[in-house]
């Protein structure tokens, strides 16, 4: 099976700065089927990326993806207070799908 | 809106058995896969069992293969999950998932979670 690892494990910033979040696969990702989720303590994960750079349905345009092949990026341009919170991502290209251990984006 | 609320989660002694529901709203339930998902206590996220739209099959990851059913009844809007023969190691936040556009039986990601149902397996 594919495995995913995130970096940084956890990120300190201020909102109004821009996170960049890591998501390495040990092998191809078919097809670019990665996606990245957002959860927060108590919750729900909530989609955001889809196919490696499509946005998910009322997910602002300050989060994009990017990448292809082992290397996936989800980058936040500008963080808002509501941003703050663990980021997953998860590979769908090759059975089974996996998730990546997650990124923590905390306040600085 | 979809909304997917899980319940029957518990603690329970190794080798008990345990049945999970998520009662779906806000959409066509039974038109859509549905998935189970877990989370161990501070950890990440695994999939664990997928049904189609119509419950024609059934798909497990290799950790709950012989001990755990998923099931779904598109009359009521719900979808289960059986657990047998617990182990310690099934402990977790089990969430059911609906999942996104364009995916199929084998390559799929989750549009919408329910906040899970925590289950404890201990002596």
Redesign the interface.
């Known amino acids: 099976e594919i495995v995913l690892t995130q970096s940084p494990g956890t990120l300190s910033l201020s909102p109004g700065e821009r996170a960049t979040l890591s998501c390495r696969a040990s092998q191809s990702v078919s097809d670019s089927?990665l996606?990245w989720?957002q959860q927060k303590p108590?919750?729900?994960?909530?989609?955001l990326i889809?196919g490696a750079s499509s946005r998910?349905?009322g997910i602002p345009d300050r989060f994009s993806g990017s990448g292809s092949g082992t290397d996936f990026t989800l980058t936040i341009s500008r963080l808002e207070p509501e941003d703050f919170a663990v980021y997953?991502c998860?590979q769908?290209?090759s059975?089974?799908?996996?998730?990546?251990?997650?990124s923590k984006v905390e306040i600085k | 809106q979809v909304q997917l609320v899980e319940s029957g989660g518990g603690a329970v002694q190794p080798g008990r058995s345990l049945k999970l529901s998520c009662a779906a709203s806000g959409f066509a339930f039974s038109g859509f896969a549905m998935h189970w998902v877990r989370q161990a206590p501070g950890k990440g996220l695994e999939w664990v069992a997928a049904i189609p739209y119509d419950g024609s099959t059934e798909h497990y990851a290799d950790s709950v293969k012989g001990r755990f059913a998923i099931s779904r009844d598109n009359s009521k809007n719900t979808l289960y999950l059986q657990m047998n023969s617990l182990r310690v190691e099934d402990t977790a936040v089990y969430h059911c998932a609906r999942v996104g556009p364009a995916t199929t039986m084998f390559k799929f990601f989750f549009d919408y979670w329910g906040q899970g149902t925590l289950v404890t397996v201990s002596s």
């Open positions: 089927y996606a989720y108590g919750q729900a994960p909530r989609l889809y998910a349905t997953y998860q769908y290209g059975s089974p799908v996996t998730f990546g251990g997650g």
